[in-house]
Every structure is written in structure tokens, then in C-alpha cells.
Nanobody, 115 residues
Framework: VQLQASGGGLVQPGGSLRLSCAASRGIIFVNTRMAWYRQPPGKRRELVATITSGGVTNYADSVKGRFTISRDNAKNTVYLQLNSLNPEDTAVYYC?????????WGRGTLVTVSS
């Protein structure tokens, strides 16, 4: 089972990015709660957003109104739309899948917000 995150890069403050996380075969994606975490430089990993198998979403207060998590079960992919980015959003972003308590982490993708 693998989760492959992509879409990170360098963006100016106020800009946008769209992260993707594709799940390989071996995960029952439709039954999996997906989440995005991030780890800023020198800080602990923190939860950014979650989406249940039924599409219910939840966000950290720091990203509410700016980030949107979504999923496409037909493509076994979860997305994170990042808008109105600021330097404090600079971090390695990780996707995470939880299928009935079995947790899988993907490799991170780096987002750098800088002018």
C-alpha cells in the first residue's frame, strides 16, 4: 500500500497550490478516512484537514477558509487546495489514510511560501 503526494513547490505569499495524494492498489480507498498533515521547519507535525469516507470535512483553525480538502474515489485520490498562502504555511505536507484503524502515511511534498 502506498500513498504518493505531489504538487508542492515554491509560491509567493497570497498564491495558491493544489496538492494531490494518490493511493495505490491495496487500500480500500472508498472506506478510508483521508487526512493532510504538515510539518513546518523545526516544528512538530500537525493536522491540517480530514475527510471521511462520506465526504465530511474538518479543518485546523489556522487554515479554515483558505484550504479545501476533497476526494475522488474513482481516482483513489485526495486533494488539498491551498489558497491565500502565507509564509507560516511553509512545511512538508503529508497525506494519511486510515482504513478501520490501519494507518498509512505517504511521503511528504514540500510547500515553500516566500517572496
Amino acid at each position: 500500500v502506498q500513498l504518493q503526494a505531489s504538487g508542492g513547490g515554491l509560491v509567493q505569499p497570497g498564491g495558491s497550490l493544489r496538492l494531490s495524494c494518490a493511493a495505490s492498489r491495496g487500500i480500500i480507498f472508498v472506506n478510508t478516512r483521508m487526512a493532510w498533515y504538515r510539518q513546518p521547519p523545526g516544528k512538530r507535525r500537525e493536522l491540517v484537514a480530514t475527510i471521511t469516507s462520506g465526504g465530511v470535512t474538518n479543518y485546523a483553525d489556522s487554515v479554515k477558509g483558505r484550504f479545501t480538502i476533497s476526494r475522488d474515489n474513482a481516482k483513489n485520490t485526495v486533494y488539498l487546495q491551498l489558497n491565500s498562502l502565507n509564509p507560516e504555511d511553509t512545511a512538508v505536507y503529508y497525506c494519511n489514510g486510515d482504513t478501520f484503524g490501519v494507518v498509512v502515511w505517504g511521503r511528504g511534498t514540500l510547500v515553500t511560501v516566500s517572496s
